[in-house]
């Protein structure tokens, strides 16, 4: 499993949800950990909304980067004929189990990257392809060559993901505080020279935004105070063992521990930071319904 993969699994259980996107924070709605399923379920409710109606014959949408399954078992209830396809075992274990558990739909789950989808048995099978917080793991080049292939003309990709503004890479405070997401403008220069168009960009950044706040805020004032407290104790009753410990860990692990503290722990993973670094869309995008 890789770091980020362990990452969204961690996530996950430490905070007991099924979505692995931050949701969307409208005025309606405070900023507090027992929203955070609310906001969630209302990121997904506008993805749903964005689609194509379902229609009797069902449209194929694939679910790029499924995560634990819960948009796919909403899509599939709501009619659907949805596939899956996550890459990560810990999390197809999970959609499969809820799809044993919420429907009686048939649904594929591929347990893959993108990357590595079978597209020549999928050619033009697809109308959509969507991509829900996921769309920034594949490489640009990968992804639009394989949406080609598997979108129908006249078919449609849904990403709904953050991307770097043009403020990247300037090193200004917070700069390597997020990490993730293409280059918004890389992005338009691959969707260019693609047989797609855009017909939808929204930013959603400040919807998202807060949920930004809502984790920094219990990284710095609830982890923090608690690790130091930890900290303060076992130097305190422990002291010889503790030091021993802390110089071996920190002698091993000091890049990464380094990397960490300046991500999570310097102040700068900031709501403000990452409005300023990072751009949050919902894009549509059409095919073009006669290709060569
Ligand atoms: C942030 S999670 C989003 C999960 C889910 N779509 C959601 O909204 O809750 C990112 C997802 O992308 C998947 N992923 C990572 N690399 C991928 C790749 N190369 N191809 C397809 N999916 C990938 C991960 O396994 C994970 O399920």
Not at 134 to 149: N, W
Not at 218 to 223: A, K, Y
């Amino acid at each position: 499993m890789s770091s980020r993969e362990l990452g969204l699994v961690l996530a996950q259980q430490l905070l007991d949800v099924d979505d692995l996107h931050y949701g969307v924070w409208d005025d309606d709605l405070p900023l507090s950990f027992s929203n955070l399923a609310e906001a969630q379920q209302r990121y997904t409710d506008m993805i749903l909304n964005a689609l194509p109606p379902p229609e009797s014959n069902g449209v194929r949408v694939l679910d790029i980067g499924c995560g634990t399954g819960h948009l796919l078992a909403q899509l599939l209830a709501r009619g659907y004929c949805a596939d899956g396809l996550v890459p990560a075992p810990r999390l197809a274990e999970q959609v499969r189990r809820r799809l044993a558990e919420q429907t009686e739909q048939p649904a594929r789950l591929f347990e893959s990257t993108l990357e590595q989808f079978p597209v020549e048995d999928f050619s033009g099978y697809y109308d959509v392809a969507l991509f829900s917080e996921s769309f920034q793991y594949i490489p640009l080049s990968a992804s639009f060559p394989i949406l080609e292939h598997i979108v129908r003309p006249g078919g449609q990709v849904l990403i709904c993901d953050f991307f770097q503004t043009e403020h990247a890479g300037d090193g200004g405070p917070g700069d390597r505080s997020f990490g993730g997401g293409h280059r918004l403008q890389a992005f338009y220069d691959a969707l260019e020279a693609s047989s797609f168009s855009l017909s939808q960009d929204l930013d959603i950044t400040r919807r998202v935004s807060p949920n930004i706040r809502l984790l920094d805020e219990t990284l710095m004032h609830r982890l923090l105070p608690a690790g130091q407290t930890l900290n303060r104790y076992l130097s305190t009753n422990y002291a010889f063992s503790w030091r021993i410990i802390r110089s071996l860990f920190g002698t091993v692990f000091r890049k990464k521990l380094e990397k960490h503290k300046y991500k999570y722990f310097s102040g700068h993973r900031s709501q403000a930071v990452f409005e300023r670094y990072k751009t949050y869309r919902l894009l549509k995008l059409e095919r073009e319904t006669s290709v060569e």
